[in-house]
Each structure stands twice: as C-alpha cells, then as structure tokens.
C-alpha cells in the first residue's frame, strides 16, 4: 500500500522554466489545434491554454513555415513551448534554432538514428530537451515482427533501442512517451520501461476520442499510471479543444490529490431525501468560486439528515432542507440560512474561510 503513489525516482529534464521528473511537481501539457503557420493565432491559443492551467503548450511542426513561425509563438509564449515533429528531423532543427524548449521526436519516423543524433545533439547545445514519443501506429517494421503486432514489450524495445543510442552518444535530457490508445498495453508498457530507465515519463493515452469517453479513457490511464508512481508530465488527448485537454488533466491530478486548482465542490448525487433543486445549486456555487486559487473543499448536500455527516472533511458546506439550508464548517454546525440565501452565504463563508484558513 505504502508504495502506492510514491513517484519513481527519475533524473529531472528541464524544459524551459519546467522541470520534468526530479523533484518538479507532475506538469500538465496540451497540444495547439490551430494551423502553427498562422503564429498569431497559435500564440493566442498557447496562452489561453496557460491561463487554463498548462504548464507546457506543443505546436505540430509539419513544414519549414511552421518551424520558423515558431520564433513568433516562442517570443509571446508564458510557458515552454514544444515542437511536435514527424518525418523530417530538419523541422526539428529550425524549431530548435526558432527557440523550442523540447522537441519531439517520433523514432520509427524520423529516418534513421543518425538523423535522431543530430536532432539530439542540436537540443543539448541549445539546452532544450528531447522526447522519444513512441507510438503504436510507429513502432519499426522489424520490431513489429518480431513481437507480432505494437505490444506493449514492441513499444519499450522500439524506445529503448533510440535511448540507448543516444546515451552512448553523450545524449541526456531525454523524456519518453510510449503511447497506444488502449489503456491496458499503455499501463503495461510504462510499467515494463519503468524497470529499464530513470528518464521521466510523460504520459496519456493516444486518440482518446470525444467528450465524456476521451476524458473517461485518459482518465482511466493516466490515473492508473499516477497510482503506480509512474508519470512526470500528463497530456490528455480530446477530440476536442486543448482548454477542455486542460482542464481535464487539472480534474486528474485534483482528484488523485497530487494537486490543487482551486475549490473542490463536493456535492452529493442526491436521492429520493432531497428536497431541494440541487444540481443547478451546486453549479452556481463551484462557478461564483472558481477565482479561488487554493485548496477548500465546499460540501453542497441535499438533506439535513444525512449531509453534514457525509461531507464531514469538507472545509465548509452546507445540507440544503425544505425550508433552506444548514452551514457547517469541519463538521461543525454554524446556523441556518433561508433557501434564497444558500448560494450568498456559503460563498461568503468559503472566501472567509480562504482568508482565514485554521492552523
Ligand atoms: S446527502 Fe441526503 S439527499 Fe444527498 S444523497 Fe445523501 S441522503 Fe440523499
């Protein structure tokens, strides 16, 4: 049980002001959906990811315009900025000298490992790091052979050869991805690579769909892997805009407690007690709070009988009656409130709260 969430031991990788591994806490990263060569654009994009929380903001480098857009992005940008490259390493190069804090690299398409060498050596003059983002749809045609098809052991040794390769060549500052979009082989192959290298992990689970199933899905891997220590920096993967990729990672790490956004809303599923209309309730209360940037766990419960009690580590909460609701703060009853002033007064004692947290 002790080892559960105890985070494997790695050599910290820096990314611009980002480390990755080491000691830095687990970062959250996202990809832009817009066309990289319209810089203006991307940077927008970049930066409203970071206001969602990213830490770190990849752009898909598919062509020398992309690459020199870069420059642009790089210069506006309030996070590290990834280069994402396939097929051609000299992308990666330009979007070195464009000022890339990362780039990654795809081995099984990058054209051979001497291509890799340059990309790598051009990242460690610059200070930039490097990741080796295996794939399941990439995995080297001999490889693929020799395990029968992208299993989790194909995709560690497909990473591990280009790995290899380049700490014989006096590479370091290498960060690994080993992706496949089913859950079970992701987990098994970070947790096969895990006993094989110290470098960090980010991870995610590739093409994970639209909606509520991508968000389940990258939920479902990336909690798996956090639980068992393994993860260093955190991508989700949506059909959808890179803002709900954030925030969807935020409600990971929120949830496995290895870090706080802001106010956890603890509300209940409600039941044939409620008496009260409860959903538009507690999302009124989790929007006028969402300002707040430190942990407090706020209760909105539908009964009086059972919800103080079921909300008891709530910082603050309120179990709404027929006739208006009761507050409490740790457990404690603080008095009643009529049903149109539930939302003003829990909001008021949660800022309070905030501004005067117990010791
Ligand atoms: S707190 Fe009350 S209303 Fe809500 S689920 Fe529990 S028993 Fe039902």
């Known amino acids: 049980m002790e080892t559960l969430f105890r985070r494997r031991e790695t050599f910290p990788v820096r990314c611009g002001n980002v480390v990755i591994g080491g000691d830095g ?12 060569r319209d810089a203006e654009a991307t940077l927008s994009q970049v930066n409203r990811c970071v206001e969602a929380g990213a830490d770190i903001v990849r752009v898909a480098v598919p062509d020398m315009e992309a690459a020199q857009a870069l420059r642009q992005v790089k210069e506006g940008a309030k996070c590290p900025i990834v280069a994402d490259i396939h097929f051609d390493y000299r992308l990666a190069i330009e979007a070195l000298k464009a000022g890339a804090d990362k780039v990654r690299i795809n081995p099984g398409n990058i054209g051979g490992m001497d291509n890799l060498l340059k990309v790598a050596r051009e990242a460690s003059e610059r200070g930039a790091a490097i990741r080796i983002g295996v794939n399941s749809g990439s995995v080297e045609k001999e490889i693929l052979a020799k395990y029968g098809g992208p299993t989790p052991e194909a995709l560690v040794e497909s990473a591990e050869r280009s790995i290899r390769f380049l700490e014989d060549h006096g590479v370091g500052n290498i960060v690994i991805s080993l992706k496949s979009s089913s859950v079970r082989a992701t987990v098994s192959a970070y947790l096969l690579m895990a006993e094989r290298t110290r ?3 980010h991870i995610g689970i590739t093409e994970a769909g639209p909606g509520l199933s991508g968000a389940v899905k990258s939920a479902a891997g ?7 220590g393994l993860g260093d920096t955190v991508r989700v993967s949506l059909t959808g805009s890179p803002i709900e990729e954030v925030k969807t990672a935020r409600e990971i790490l929120q949830a496995l407690e290895i870090k706080s956004f802001g106010p956890e809303i603890i509300s209940c599923p409600t039941c044939g007690r409620t008496q009260v209309n409860l959903i538009p309730l507690a999302e009124e209360i989790a929007e006028r709070l969402k300002d ?14 059972n919800g103080p009690g079921e909300a008891r580590e709530a910082d603050v909460g309120v179990a709404c009656g027929r006739d208006g609701g009761i507050l409490f703060k740790r457990g404690k009853v603080l008095g009643r409130v009529s049903e149109a002033e539930i939302v003003n007064a829990l909001v008021r004692l949660a800022r309070e709260t905030v501004r ?3 010791v």
């Open 25 to 36: 806490p687990v970062s959250i990263q996202t990809m832009t959906k817009t066309d990289t």
């Open 199 to 201: 470098w960090p992990f």
């Open 222 to 228: 990336i909690a798996s892997l956090l639980t068992l």
């Open 292 to 305: 707040i940037r430190v942990p407090l766990k706020v209760a909105v419960m539908g009964c009086p009988v």
């Open 356 to 358: 005067k947290p117990e």
